[in-house]
């Protein structure tokens, strides 16, 4: 594809219930990324993956989350059990190497009603 | 701690004006800089980087190590220019960015 695919575009979803997020980087691109970003505010880290390795999952903001990209391409991001201050976009980039330029998928605006 | 601040969430300024768009940055070493763009309805997109110094669609930004500033400035704003801007560090080497808040820029007619 012609660049970082995430899907569903929009997600509403009820206090309690589980989400999955895709993201779809671009084809050969070693690094992925996964960023929260909340209403006026600038994304936040939330995990890396190099290949199908998750080597920091330090900004996930609980257990509930929950990153994978098993097999070194498309990736999904699952959340628990959600709750209202899990309301954002989600933002997936993905970059050649871990140091190069990211580039960023449109995102995923979850609601959480 | 790693903190870029962006103190302006909007600012308004009439085409053909001068423009800039303030980023402050706290790292104890020499970071890496970004400006990102979002265009309405469009993707997080890279401007430039300190490293490249480049000028892209007229934009400029100088490192400033003393005031710990990467200020984005373009001579004359167009209306296209209207969009989302985010000032982003990193440190060398690595991969996380640490992104500002974001200062909204209207250009006006």
């Known amino acids: 594809g012609a660049g970082v695919s995430q899907s569903p575009r929009y997600k509403v979803a009820k206090r309690g219930q589980d989400v999955a997020l895709r993201c779809d980087p671009i084809?050969?691109?070693?690094?992925l990324f996964w960023y929260q970003q909340a209403l006026g505010q600038g994304p936040e880290f939330l995990t890396y993956f190099q290949n199908e390795a998750q080597l920091d999952k330090s900004g996930l903001p609980s257990d509930r989350f929950f990153a994978e990209r098993p097999e070194g391409s498309v990736s999904t991001l699952k959340i628990q059990r959600t709750q209202q201050e899990d309301s954002a976009v989600y933002l997936c980039?993905?970059?050649?190497?871990?140091?190069?330029?990211?580039?960023f998928g449109q995102g995923t605006r979850l609601t959480v009603v | 701690a790693q903190r870029v601040t962006q103190p302006e969430k909007l600012l308004s300024v009439f085409k053909g004006a001068p423009v800039e768009l303030k980023c402050n940055y706290s790292y104890s070493g020499s970071p890496e800089l970004f400006w990102y763009v979002q265009y309405s309805r469009q993707r997080l997109q890279l401007l430039l980087r300190?490293?490249s110094r480049e000028s892209i669609k007229g934009f400029t930004a100088d490192l400033n190590k003393g005031e710990t500033s990467f200020h984005l400035k373009k001579p004359f704003a167009q209306e296209e220019d209207s969009a989302m801007y985010y000032c982003?560090?990193?440190?060398?080497?690595?991969?996380?960015?640490?992104f500002g808040t974001g200062t909204r820029l209207k250009v006006l007619a």
């Open positions: 980039a993905s970059s050649p190497e871990k140091n190069t330029e990211a580039f």
């Open positions: 982003a560090l990193r440190r060398p080497g690595t991969y996380k960015y640490i």
């Open positions: 300190h490293i």
């Open positions: 084809s050969g691109h070693v690094s």
